[in-house]
């Protein structure tokens, strides 16, 4: 690592603590990115797991842990607690009154149940972030629907700006609403923070699953409630219906490519259809929107993705390749960004994952520690909050798991990419392995 890199200095979250009480993945996918930027991010779990665990994404059941779980739960420990009991309520609230964010998900009305809503945790400690993420709202006429990312795709209107009429709409292919949603949230948490340390006051963050993906469609929408302009498909399978022609993916001879937007007389150069020199491209790529992509399709499918690019790149063209995963992780920028980071896992072995979305030059993310077993943590927090002797006893009453720790150690983690940059080399923990549940 070269002698400038701050992968040294204190993270930027450094001495936030943050409970996570989510399950499944927008939840989790929050907590972790605050996990990543330093948080000490301690997951509170039923002594027999959190729902993901027992829910393998893919089929990919990994070790011990599976991968959706491994996944979303990096940089956090665990504790196993049953908070049905009154014990287990106790080790919460002796929790609440050390930590700065409080996250869950539950349903409308079971944090309430739990003993563990706003108005009881900010009564423990006035300074907390409360998050609290719904489906549909915390009240009102949908609060008891499932908050499931296929039902919201669908109900938020942005499957029909895609496609062609007469066809079913097509979901978006990854969990668009969690990962929106989690955003979301993350963003929400360090707002109130902000607020916090200009204020010494903390605050109820409330976030919700309809609201996330409606707001992320800020100017289609608009174009719609302002513009006036319906959300109307062709008889092509155009990508946008807000986006003039052509607009979309389209088969070559040997695969397929992305085109967007060409100006039509510089399209009809490239492609040899004298149709395009007459038409107006502001105008007239809306007016005949079907025409113009059926003959644009068969046009292109009669060379290769390759010819096709470097003709358009010539051009000056805006297209590009269709990856699958494969071609996604083998491409020499995201190699080249370092997206891709690696590291080992007690139980999993050596795990290559989606790294971070920001870099940050003088506090970058890292990951000290791989996702924990369920309850890997518990006598540790618990020696923390001064239960010492106790912690035997609860253990065997169940009212918490402990999971002993793992044997092996979490390896350095490594970026994709070899370059000794400012923008890559954060992610190396200074080259030596750090053990799970050794957090600075």
């Not at 360090?190 to 100017?219: C, K, P, W, Y």
Request: hydrophobic share 40%.
């Amino acid at each position: 690592m070269s002698e400038s890199s701050p992968s040294s200095a204190p993270e930027v979250l450094s001495g936030i603590r943050v409970l996570d009480c989510s399950i499944a993945m927008a939840g989790p996918f929050a907590a972790q990115r605050l996990g990543d930027l330093g948080a000490d991010v301690i997951k509170v779990e039923p002594t027999t797991g959190e729902w993901q665990r027992h829910a393998a994404a893919g089929g990919a059941t990994g070790n011990r842990i599976n991968v959706s779980f491994l996944s979303l739960n990096r940089n956090k420990r665990s504790i196993g607690v049953d908070l049905k009991s009154a014990e287990g309520k106790e080790i919460l609230y002796e929790l609440v009154k050390t930590s700065d964010v409080f996250l869950q998900n539950y349903r409308p009305g079971v944090a309430a149940r739990l003993g563990v809503d706003y108005e009881t945790l900010r009564a423990l400690n006035p300074s907390l972030v409360y998050v609290s993420i719904s489906g549909y709202g915390e009240d009102g006429p949908y609060r008891n629907r499932p908050g499931q990312d296929l039902l919201l795709q669908a109900m938020s209107g942005a499957m029909l700006s895609a496609g062609s009429h007469g066809h079913p709409p097509t979901p978006a292919g990854q969990y668009l609403v969690d990962a929106v949603t989690a955003s979301t949230a993350f963003e929400g948490v360090l707002a109130a923070l902000f607020h916090r340390e200009r204020t010494g006051q903390g605050q109820l963050v409330s976030v919700n699953m309809l609201d996330a993906i409606t707001t992320l469609q800020m100017q289609e929408l608009s174009v719609f409630t302002v513009g006036g302009v319906p959300q109307q498909r062709g008889a092509e399978p155009h990508a946008h219906v807000y986006i003039r022609a052509p607009y979309g993916t389209f088969s070559t001879t040997d695969g397929y490519i992305a085109l967007a937007m060409p100006e039509l007389h510089a399209l009809g150069e490239v492609i040899g259809d004298p149709f395009f020199a007459g038409l107006d491209t502001e105008t007239d790529s809306w007016k005949h929107r079907d025409e113009i992509f059926s003959r644009t399709a068969a046009r292109l499918a009669t060379e290769s993705s390759e010819h096709w690019l470097a003709a358009f790149s010539a051009a000056g063209i805006w297209a590009g390749p269709v990856y699958d995963y494969q071609a996604l992780v083998d491409d020499e920028q995201i190699k080249h960004n370092g997206t891709f980071i690696e590291y080992e896992h007690p139980t999993e072995g050596l795990v290559k994952t989606p790294g971070f979305p920001y870099k940050l030059s003088e506090t970058p993310a890292r990951i000290d520690r791989g996702a924990p077993l369920t309850g890997e943590h518990t006598r540790e927090i618990l020696d923390e909050l001064g239960f010492g002797a106790r912690a035997d006893a609860l253990v065997e009453a169940g009212v918490v798991a402990a999971e002993p720790a793992a044997a092996g150690a979490a390896g350095a983690v490594a970026s994709d990419s070899g370059a000794a940059s400012a923008s890559t080399e954060p992610a190396v923990l200074d080259g030596a392995p750090v053990p799970v549940g050794e957090r600075p």
